[in-house]
């Protein structure tokens, strides 16, 4: 199995533009979990989704963060307008139902905005 | 709310052996998990408890106590690959959310 993969690896755009983040999970995981990673607040959850329905996005931001999963390979995370404060590595995680699998996270994507 | 408490950062010697601590306060819990996170790369799933007891996974062991809402990852013969930061992370049952703390760095010093 080749893990979570996401795409891309680093990102770097200007301010006001929308940034597209992908994810794939691993295949057989219920779970698909969006972090936000940065030194100040450490591992953020925004949201999570459990067989592609989303279940909380309490911790999504803003407005102008928002998270898709149209099938069980493939999920987004889309911010737009971004701002640099947006700023961080993200990881997209996935996980099977049972506790003791633990999340398997993907690379995460490097984003600055500028 | 949840909340875990660990501390910022822990100093050890190569060879020795050194533990990293973790409070938690949940309404829920199913399980205590550690992860490991080198500089520039990704959490990487450790242990996890769901009893009390000791977790043994070669070099590492994970401790649990859910009376006292506290666990301990212990790790052995430091290597200075060990240098990371560790997370301990609950998993809570109603909603099968993982809450992280907020990291241990260790530090290794030859």
């Known amino acids: 199995d080749a893990g979570v993969i996401q795409s891309p690896r680093h990102e770097v755009t200007e301010m006001g533009q929308e940034v597209t983040l992908r994810c794939k999970p691993i295949s057989g995981h219920d779970y698909l979990f969006w972090y936000r990673q940065t030194m100040m607040r450490g591992l953020e959850l925004l949201i999570y989704f459990n067989n592609n329905v989303p279940i909380d996005d309490s911790g999504m931001p803003e407005d102008r963060f928002s998270a898709k999963m149209p099938n069980a390979s493939f999920s987004t995370l889309k911010i737009q307008p971004s701002e640099p404060r947006d700023s961080a590595v993200y990881f997209c995680a996935s996980s099977p139902r049972t506790p003791r699998g633990g999340y398997t996270f993907g690379s995460g994507t490097r984003l600055t905005v500028v | 709310g949840q909340s875990l408490e660990q501390p910022s950062e822990v100093t050890a010697v190569e060879g020795a052996i050194v533990q990293i601590n973790c409070t938690y306060q949940t309404s829920g819990f199913y399980g205590l998990s550690w992860y490991q996170q080198h500089d520039g790369g990704a959490p990487t799933f450790l242990s996890y408890?769901?009893?009390?007891g000791l977790e043994e996974t070669g070099r590492f062991s994970s401790f649990l106590s859910r009376s006292d809402s506290y666990g301990y990852l212990l790790l052995q013969e430091l290597q200075m690959k060990d240098s990371a930061s560790y997370f301990c992370a609950v998993r809570d049952p109603r909603d099968d959310k993982i809450i992280f703390g907020k990291g241990t760095r260790l530090h290794i010093l030859p």
């Open positions: 408890n769901g009893l009390d």
